[in-house]
Nanobody, 123 residues
Framework: VQLQACGGGLVQAGGSLRLSCAASGRTFSRYAMGWFRQAPGKEREFVASINWSGGSTYYADSAKGRFTISRDNAKNTVYLQMNSLNPEDTVVYSC?????????????????WGQGTLVTVSS
């Protein structure tokens, strides 16, 4: 299984970005997915998760009301729409895949991890 996140970049505070994570190597539509982020020297932090169909989602408190996770199983892609970005959101974002279909509440239970994409929010 390969996961590749993209869509990061430089944005001003208050702006928006949409990250994408393309999956290959297995039946993407059967499994739950998640987004995480990690700042240098800090532990990886859960951001959001989505179940196999996209019908259920779960967010970290820091993401609620600002970020939206979604997926397009026909394109083997999961998205993270990020609005109202602030400088504290400046970190590397990465995606992960479970090997189960149901929603994962939190950071444990993921089996596959992809390379991250850097988001930089300027003040």
């Amino acid at each position: 299984v390969q996961l590749q996140a993209c869509g990061g970049g430089l944005v001003q505070a208050g702006g928006s970005l949409r990250l994408s994570c393309a999956a290959s190597g297995r039946t993407f539509s059967r499994y739950a997915m998640g987004w995480f982020r990690q700042a240098p020297g800090k532990e990886r932090e859960f951001v959001a998760s989505i179940n196999w169909s996209g019908g259920s989602t779960y967010y970290a408190d820091s993401a609620k009301g600002r970020f939206t996770i979604s997926r397009d199983n026909a394109k083997n892609t999961v998205y993270l729409q990020m609005n109202s970005l602030n400088p504290e959101d400046t970190v590397v974002y990465s995606c992960a895949a479970s090997d189960l279909p149901h929603l994962i509440y939190g950071s444990t239970g993921y089996k596959y991890w992809g390379q991250g994409t850097l988001v930089t929010v300027s003040s």
